[in-house]
């Protein structure tokens, strides 16, 4: 089955830096990347997602990257705001219902 | 509203004890997931719906663990025998169709006593 890794596990930044992070999958028949952000006592929430027929999507100040050869794909947000700081997941998905998700990333902005 | 709604939101129970957890998914989705999350870890799969039926129960611990969707909306996770390794949040999710985007709901935390 499908296994992701995510890392870094926490990551800090100052405000208004921009802050990455990064995912691998092992199937290589997935082809969709959600990432969520999970705020304390709260669910996921989907924020982006990539589909493996392009190579990158941008919202605004959030961004994601995906390299189907090396099986990689990346979060990157930028000009960080104290409440971006949360845990951030990435997953990836077959499209058989079968999404898999990294273990987190626990991002503080400093302010 | 008209988000994934989970009760209860949070659940204390001694162990040994029976315990269902309930999701009612947004209006018209088909698809239906359970998934446990323990801290600090990402959600973990447990089973999926399409309809009524489970799918895929592959994620599911044991047999202490078991969901049902008799009418295809409303589903049910029941635990029997709860252990302590069974605290964590479970979380439920719904999507429209097969592969789609999946949106969750808040999250049962349970902790077993």
């Known amino acids: 089955g499908e296994n992701v890794e995510q890392h870094p596990s926490t990551l800090s930044v100052q405000e208004g830096d921009s802050a990455v992070i990064k995912c691998t999958y092992s199937d290589s028949a997935s082809n969709y990347f959600p990432w969520y952000k999970q705020e304390l006592g709260k669910g996921p929430q989907l924020i982006i997602d990539?589909?493996?027929?392009?190579g990158e999507k941008k919202d605004q100040r959030i961004a994601v990257t995906l390299n189907k050869t090396a099986k990689h794909f990346s979060l990157h947000i930028t000009e960080t705001q104290p409440e971006d700081s949360a845990v951030y997941f990435c997953?990836?998905?077959?499209?058989?219902?079968?999404?898999?998700f990294g273990a987190g990333t626990r991002l503080t902005v400093k302010p | 509203g008209a988000g994934v709604s989970q009760t209860p939101s949070n659940k204390v129970t001694e162990k040994g004890k029976y315990v269902e957890l309930r999701c009612d998914p947004i209006?018209?989705?088909?698809?239906l997931y359970w998934y446990r999350q323990s801290l600090g870890q990402g959600p973990e799969f447990l089973i999926y719906f399409q309809g009524t039926g489970a799918a895929d129960d592959s994620g599911l611990p044991n047999d202490r663990f078991f969901a049902v969707r008799p009418e295809g909306s409303v589903s049910t996770l029941k635990i029997q025998r709860t252990e302590r390794g069974d605290s964590a949040v479970y979380l439920c999710?719904?999507?429209?169709?097969?592969?789609?985007?999946?949106?969750f709901g808040e999250g049962s935390w349970l902790t077993v006593v």
């Open positions: 990539i589909r493996s027929n392009v």
């Open positions: 209006s018209g989705h088909t698809a």
């Open positions: 997953a990836a998905s077959t499209g058989n219902n079968d999404m898999r």
């Open positions: 999710a719904s999507s429209s169709s097969s592969g789609n985007t999946i949106y």
